[in-house]
């Protein structure tokens, strides 16, 4: 009831409510309860979190107070089994929950003031000692210049007493050698021995930060192999749960061939009946939070897969995304990888004597050029006088890169679809930083048409914007930036099409030539639209309407089905389908509509609705209705 009941009815009930016994061991319908009612359950879902921080500690993630953040601190503290609710809520409250930290850390020695300090420096780890800085400013002066003594004291916190020792596996010389920065030297035996060291009581402690100063004086790429032949050896060794140290360190040493090199495993994993390890490699991927780390947890939700995977996937993506600050929808937007790709779109293929450029062109279509700017179909085999090493990984980067692009351009362009249909908007600078600069992207961008201030233009070839005239185009200050829908290029529409014919431009979905659906003046004014009533629908078409983001209920007395979908921009539909038996169906099924309401001020929201619902009744099913 507390779950689907509706809210006037269940809001009165839940102060009195008394959850029943285990409530923080029924995640499945626990999580709903919390993401429904908020601070109707917050009570509960703290007392159950206290019972069982291990299983139930993720409900608090979405409160932010004095008494959960201390709670946190406490499990940061104290509670290891319960850090990955831990990690999540410090990644979504970020500065807001050291701000309710502050006056813990600076109260009178004690435990409280231990655990506060801890978690703290756990903040400025991952957000940067600024940040906890400026969370302090709100208490004055003096809470400020407390707090960056403190973290500027700690060079080195959460060492132990006594440092564990490596296991015979990571002995120095069945490992790589670790090149320092500039590879003139590497670090002796001895050091990598520490390094390991550092690495085990970074997994039992999340405090300590000795890792980070020790890796930024090697190669990094170096420092990658050695993290990688390091968990290698941990497999080879059968993967012992007290040292899965060796797994975690992927996160803190690892580069995007880790990633690489980690995604397949973690598919296949679960397979193996090793889904908790699966899980901790999802972890290395939110660790290491590169484009490339994110673009596979994101391909990791979707599609085929184990369930297990693909939530986990989903729940580490959404936080990444609560610490950027963005929607998870927006923070796909922000997928493709840059690649170290120079101003032209191109890098270097680096095979010692021997150089090759290779990037992508304005259809995204990879290229590689020899000296002479002829093109080859693929990067070459190395010859006799190529170096191995440079020449192999130069091949790996772009066969690695060829894949990626191709897969992140696929996300990309959905989501501008998406983005069009829903009237997403950006800002000017972020429309310059993430689509006309981007050496990616922008060949995307280049193939739509944009809408600022109410105004359309387009991204011409050499970077600069321009209108259906082809002169400059300035987007006014502040303006939302938008991918245009045809109905609001008004009679420009034509032009546009003509111009984007002009220039061979082929879009990366239709928009410009994109089927309209209008909402008629008797409509508008009824508030229902009557022209599908009574016309059949197929059941195997639900599931899609709800991907488009339309949320379904039951109707009446459970048999009928009810779709409704709002934006706050202006669109509220709702489409009541009828059940009726049906001996030729399966299941001896059949659904009807009903009615169709709309309230849309925005003539393109209402023709994305409209066309969902033609898509879902089915446009030969329409014309068929249509003819006499």
Sequence with gaps: MFLHAPDDMVGPLLPAWTPPAGLGRVPEWTRPLVARHGAGVRDHAVRAARANPAGAGGLLVPFRDAEVAALMAEWLDRRPAARTHVRAWFDRHGAEAARLLVPAALAAPGAERGRAERALR?????TGDASVVEAARGYGDAAVGAVRAFLADTPFVGV???????????????????????????????????????????????????????AAACDPVSLAEFAWALFERWLDHGAPPRHAW????????????????????????????????????????????????LLHLHGLTRGRGYPGVKARARELFHQWAARAGVPPERLAERLVPGYDLDAEGGMTLDYGPR????????????????????????????????????????????????AEVRTASAYLVERLEKAMARRYAWTPDEFRALFAE???????????????????FRLAEDGTLADVHDDAFVPPAGAAVRVAHPLDLGDDLARWRATFDDYELDQPFHQLHRPVHLVTENERAAGRIRRFDGLAVHHRRFRAMEHRGWERAKGRAGMDERFSRRHPGGLAVGLELEWEFAAEEENCDRWRVRELTIDAPDAALASEALADVVRLIGPRRIAAARRP
């Design 246 to 293: 060796a797994m975690a360190s992927l996160g803190l040493l690892g580069d995007d061939e880790t990633v690489r090199r980690l995604v397949p495993l973690i598919r296949d994993w679960p397979g193996e009946g090793l889904h908790h390890r699966a899980a901790a490699g999802l972890d290395v991927l939110a660790a290491l939070g590169t484009p490339v780390a």
């Design 160 to 214: 132990p007493g006594r440092a564990p020792r490596p296991p015979a596996w990571a002995d120095p010389a069945a490992l790589p050698q670790v090149p320092l920065r500039g590879r003139a030297a590497a670090l002796p035996a001895g050091a990598v021995t520490s390094l390991v060291t550092m690495l085990m009581i970074a997994d039992a402690d999340p405090v300590f930060d000795g890792v980070r100063p020790a």
């Design 438 to 456: 981007h050496p990616i992207v922008r060949h995307i961008a280049r193939r739509l048409v944009w809408t600022a201030g109410g105004a359309a």
């Design 355 to 402: 150089r090759f450029r290779a990037g992508f062109d304005e259809r995204l279509e990879p290229y590689v050029a020899d000296g002479s700017g002829r093109r080859l179909a693929a990067p070459p085999e190395p010859g006799t006088r190529d170096d191995p090493e440079l020449a192999a990984a130069a091949r790996r980067r772009f066969t690695a890169m060829k």
């Design 122 to 126: 756990f903040v400025a780890a991952r």
